[in-house]
């Protein structure tokens, strides 16, 4: 069963504007990670928010964590056609689990 | 330069016929896993490893072994490969202290076809 749950499935924006992605989850966490995923290569890492943390920012990417909602955005900034890509959050319990990801289209 | 490797990265074969992924790190890390990424499915964890000879199953074991003789190599062995089987393959690693898992570092993935 998957705990990481990522909303919407597809985006498909414009260069400059803002992408955000939701992750909800089942149970308490440790903590939440975001990966990208350029298509058929490894997933690389972004960025972790510890379960008593808000925010956390990254040059232009910004994640909230709300544990009350059980969820996570992950908002990236004016968007360039190279984060065109698939974006998962992981989720720690006592196992890590990723979500099925929300694959981003950003159109030059 | 701190990476994981896989190889190989491509391979096509047969149903039956014995195969090993080898994945390597060089970071001195703790935890090991493998995924398999299908379409519609995301990643579903294998096997991991917390330490040398400390493996348990993921949520999708069968049909697959692991061993963990060295800190270093996690090798993914299919025994018996079937076509549902074919698919996309990551091994990743990460320091793992506390209970709590850190950043996963991935390999490159290795895609497999079985006929």
């Known amino acids: 069963s998957q705990q990481g749950e990522e909303d919407p499935q597809a985006l498909s924006i414009q260069e400059g504007e803002n992408a955000t992605m939701n992750c909800s989850y089942k149970t308490s966490i440790n903590n939440l990670q975001w990966y990208r995923q350029n298509s058929g290569r490894g997933l690389v890492h972004l960025i972790l928010?510890?379960?008593?943390?808000r925010e956390k920012h990254s040059g232009r990417l910004r994640v909230t964590l709300d544990t009350s909602k059980k969820s996570s955005s992950l908002l990236i900034t004016a968007s360039r056609a190279a984060d065109t890509a698939s974006y998962f959050c992981?989720?720690?319990?006592?196992?890590?689990?990723f979500g099925t990801g929300t694959r981003l289209q950003v159109f030059p | 330069e701190a990476q994981v490797t896989q190889n190989p990265r491509y391979l096509i074969t047969v149903t039956g016929k014995k195969l090993t992924v080898t994945c390597s790190q060089n970071?001195?890390?703790?935890?090991m896993s493998w995924y398999r990424q299908d379409p519609g499915l995301g990643l579903r964890q294998i096997y991991y490893s917390m330490n040398v000879e400390v493996t348990d199953k993921g949520d999708v074991p069968e049909g697959y072994k692991v061993s963990r003789k060295e800190k270093r190599n996690f090798p993914l062995i299919l025994e018996s490969p079937s076509p549902n089987q074919t698919s996309l393959y990551f091994c990743?690693?990460?320091?793992?202290?506390?209970?709590?898992?850190?950043?996963?570092?991935f390999g490159p993935g290795t895609r497999l076809t079985v006929l």
């Open positions: 992981a989720t720690d319990t006592d196992k890590l689990i």
């Open positions: 990743a690693s990460s320091a793992y202290r506390g209970l709590v898992y850190n950043e996963q570092f």
């Open positions: 970071m001195n890390h703790e935890y």
């Open positions: 928010i510890r379960s008593n943390e």
